[in-house]
């Protein structure tokens, strides 16, 4: 079975079929040449060998002609070799599957970063409102209507309903800040069993600063065996429906890597007359997501895991149009929307620099912005974004669909293999395609955990492990391949099975 066949099969939620010889290195290679992205590589720069085991900097970047530094003896090696000489291998790409932590570097990146130094350096604040000629960024004022712009396909959105600020936990406070409004009746947030932490922290601080106890106003929805069903949400929901002001779940669970029925559970939650919000940190640039369709009511996303612009990059928000409508009271003239905490940055453009502290704001997601952004950090995220623009988060989500599912077909190939009374792994993720993003959750036999990292780490393989015993895989369709999967595979299963 090719590639095209895999991606109709798992997009219509079918298992995939793989031939006799999907084991082997040769048919992973067949895939990869089957591969329509895998041009896109070439548009990052993945760690090497050699450049994993830096421990200073020595003016080398991953993928170019190693340089000389001294040691400070007065000669000279190579970083990461004690010799002088590097190894064969040692410019080699690492098999980085961790993109669902941090992204690899996109070489648009630094062009773009020193667009923006130089730009600053020639006619400092002028770059404010000065768009320069061969530059690949808009003037600062506009940059980050620039990459909400550039970011209304990756989300499923209109432009107007995205803003670019601030990082991804501020954002959600700023959300709620604005659309948790809990009343004696109405206090009660919905939320998972294992949010991220930071998750857990800022709806948990939301209620104390309402005044109100964590342990009444916290729904958590446990799951089983670390699923949570749709049906299962909605049971809750419709529990609680009385007392609930907000239903905050995470897009795709980060630890698992479930991805949740965002458009029927929004639906049947604004039924029953609760505010919905998502946490989009794990979902953002991996599943293809529609939030204007399915009127999600807010949602908040980072930009340094499948978006690749950088570790704490600058973050995302949608409001949907319906909440950033601003319009006239017909009586005073002054304008009516929605509160928020406002700041500079939140006014409309034509009267900004009026200085009057008569707050009128952006229509749209843009009137909940607050401060200035940085141009370093929108620099730094328009050059990742300009990748997203040579291809579509259709073709990105077939692949990523292959992949994960070839993921999956290897690493139940290492349990067969294995005649110990308890599997060395298994799998938590759910296997329903559909209801995952590209990442596995491997739970590993108590015990293994050190030991496959540290194999990991040996064969330069970048992976996310979270104790007590899951390494998260992620195989990110923009730069990883099928072969790399191949090869992941069978340090883990030494690894497992020795």
Known sequence: MGFTDLVDRLRAGA??????????????????SEDSLKHLREQFILPTKASLRKVALDGTIPGTPAKQASNGNGTSHLNGTTNGAASEDDSTPSIYFCGNSLGVQPKAVRKYLEAQLETWASIGVGGHFSNM?????????????????KSADIVGSLPSEIVIMNTLTINLHLMMASFY??????????????PFPSDHYAIESQIRWHGLDPSKSMIQIQPDDYYI?????????????????????P??????GQLFDIPRITKYAQDKGIIVGWDLAHAAGNVELSLHDWNVDFACWCTYKYMNAGAGSIAGAFVHERHGKVESDPETGRPVYRNRLSGWYGGDKSVRFNMDNNFLPTVGAGGFQCSNPSAIDLAALSGALSVFNMTSMNSLRSKALVLTAYAEYLLDEIVASDSSAEPPFRVITPRDPLQRGTQLSVLLRAGLLEKVADALV?????????????????????????SDVWKFMQVLKKAVLA
């Open 15 to 32: 298992s995939p079929k793989f031939p006799a010889n999907a084991s082997t290195l040769e048919y992973a290679q067949t895939l990869d």
């Open 133 to 149: 000629e061969n530059s690949p960024l808009v003037c600062w004022q506009d940059m980050a209507e620039d990459c909400a712009k």
């Open 181 to 194: 409004k809990p009343s004696e009746k109405r206090h009660k947030i919905i939320l998972e069993w294992k």
């Open 229 to 249: 069903s749709t049906d299962k949400i909605l049971a809750t929901i419709d529990e609680h429906a009385e007392e609930t002001a907000l239903l905050l779940l």
């Open 251 to 256: 897009g795709i669970q980060y630890y698992s």
């Open 458 to 482: 040996e064969n330069a393989i970048v992976c996310d492990k979270r104790k007590p015993d899951v390494i998260r895989v992620a195989p990110v369709p923009m730069y990883c391949t099928f």
